[in-house]
């Protein structure tokens, strides 16, 4: 099973500032298999980026993934009041489809 | 547009079961598969399992194994998740998702499920 660690745990921001949240696998999750996902307090998670670096429809272009292999990150450029949630990962190379624990992303 | 809508919460007993429904629209359901996640209170998400609308092959995660089982009902569109021996510690938030070996593009609302003597 490949475990996902995402770094930091919290993100301490203010608006207008970029964030930068790290995940990593402990093995190679093949390609480019890595989604990243928004989840606010109360609702459903949000499909950001799939295959690691492909915004899904209607994501704003602030956000951007890169990354490769172990090593993954979510850039997230000129916070917006609204972007200010939890952030996770999620491997889809081979069952199971793991997610990392979160980053959680606050205003300073 | 693409929606998938859960059934309500459920409060259960330990030892019992539950099945949650989850019925999509605004999309072709037999073109994609049905993703499970569940999300225990303030705690991350935890992927159970996936099952085809194609033709209903699942991948449970092997936490799951011989607990869970997704079925779907190609007539109504419909995906559900029954969970089996239920103890304390299923109780969660359960989230279907359009998906399977591809990211959940779309998800339900979500079902909360206790399970309480």
């Known amino acids: 099973e490949i475990v996902l660690t995402q770094s930091p745990g919290t993100l301490s921001l203010s608006p207008g500032e970029r964030a930068t949240l790290s995940c990593r696998a402990s093995?190679?999750?093949?390609?480019?298999?890595l989604a990243w996902y928004q989840q606010k307090p109360g609702q459903a998670p949000r499909l950001l980026i799939s295959?690691?670096?492909s915004r899904a429809t209607g994501i704003p272009d602030r956000f951007s993934g890169s990354g490769s292999g172990t090593d993954f990150t979510l850039t997230i450029n000129r916070l917006e009041p609204e972007d200010f949630a939890v952030y996770y990962c999620?491997?889809?190379?081979?069952?199971?489809?793991?997610f990392g624990p979160g980053t959680k992303v606050d205003i300073k | 547009q693409v929606q998938l809508v859960q059934s309500g919460a459920e409060v259960k007993k330990p030892g019992t079961s539950v099945r949650v429904s989850c019925k999509t629209s605004g999309y072709t359901f037999t073109r994609h598969g049905v993703s499970w996640v569940r999300q225990a209170p303030g705690q991350g998400l935890e992927w159970m399992g996936w099952?085809?609308?194609?033709?209903?092959?699942?991948n449970y995660a092997q936490k799951f194994r011989g607990r869970v089982t997704m079925t779907t009902d190609t007539s109504t569109s419909t995906a559900y998740m029954e969970l089996r021996s239920l103890r304390s510690d299923d109780t969660a938030v359960y989230y279907c998702a359009r998906g399977g070996i591809v990211p959940g593009d779309y998800w339900g609302q979500g079902t909360l499920v206790t399970v309480s003597s």
């Open positions: 999620q491997h889809y190379g081979s069952s199971p489809f793991t």
């Open positions: 295959d690691a670096s």
């Open positions: 099952i085809s609308g194609y033709n209903g092959n699942t």
């Open positions: 093995q190679s999750v093949g390609s480019s298999y």
